[in-house]
């Protein structure tokens, strides 16, 4: 199988806070991860346990107005991208593929908060979206094409981290 779709039901936002931090302990510089949702899905919170895997002690807080906020001091760095008050060329103009074509900036992880914002879509990368459950939790949904980014959601969520949640 060479990519994968993987649903998660998490009860709360201190799971989804396990969920990235499972992530950031397993993926590699290069990883692109294009997170969608509501308002409040828990986009942020996902990337702020993505820090603590990765050993970010800095608070990593949504870059709504900042556009992009960097945390150079991990064990990569991260690169996290929020296009909730853009759209269509205002996206464009800001060229952040150099964030991820490795030519203006040391490879790291770049999370894009509202990537469906993107006019292109960078690839290969991990679609992850967040959606309210009925039960006041989230419901997540893991999609990549690429079958190394299976292997490691794989392994991230064999870690332990997620057992009450799978």
């Known amino acids: 199988m060479d990519g994968a779709v993987m649903e998660l039901e998490l ?6 806070q396990r969920l990235g931090e499972g992530l950031g302990r397993v993926l590699p510089a290069g990883t692109i991860l294009l997170l969608s949702g509501d308002l409040g899905s828990g986009k942020t ?3 702020q346990g993505l820090g603590l895997g ?13 556009l992009v ?5 991990g064990r990569v760095p991260l690169y996290h991208i929020d296009l909730y008050r853009l759209d269509g060329e205002e996206v464009t103009d800001l060229y952040l593929a150099a ?4 030519q203006e900036t040391a490879p790291g992880i770049v999370a894009i908060e509202w990537a469906e914002r993107l006019a292109d879509l960078p690839t290969p990368a991990l679609c992850i979206g967040l959606a309210y459950a009925d039960d006041g939790g989230r419901k997540v949904t893991l999609a990549t094409p690429n ?5 490691l959601l794989e ?9 009450d949640e799978v």
Do not use: K
């Open 54 to 66: 990765l050993g970010i002690s800095d608070p990593i807080s949504s870059p709504t107005f900042t």
């Open 45 to 47: 919170t996902l990337i």
């Open 99 to 102: 964030y991820w074509d490795d």
């Open 69 to 73: 906020n960097e945390y150079l001091e």
């Open 155 to 163: 392994q991230a969520l064999s870690h332990g981290l997620l057992v």
């Open 11 to 16: 009860p709360d936002a201190a799971a989804t």
């Open 147 to 151: 079958a190394v980014y299976t292997s």
